[in-house]
């Protein structure tokens, strides 16, 4: 696999970068864009469960 950057992100930095974004309020409501008219959605509900899902486990 090809990365775009020499040395990819440890768990660790990519979880330390991911929480500085999830307080950006600009990044965060940009979902609202794509998202149906009337779709609930939480981002740090969402956030909790990738991580917790997916990244810690990786």
């Known amino acids: 696999m090809k990365y775009s950057v020499d040395k990819p992100p440890t768990q660790k930095q990519f979880l330390v ?6 307080t950006d309020k600009g990044l965060l409501d940009d ?3 794509i998202l149906k008219q009337g779709v609930e ?18």
């Open 41 to 58: 959605y939480n981002n740090e509900k969402a956030w909790g469960i990738v991580r917790n899902e997916l990244i810690e486990k990786i």
């Open 17 to 22: 970068n991911m929480e500085e974004k999830i």
């Open 31 to 33: 979902i609202y864009i």
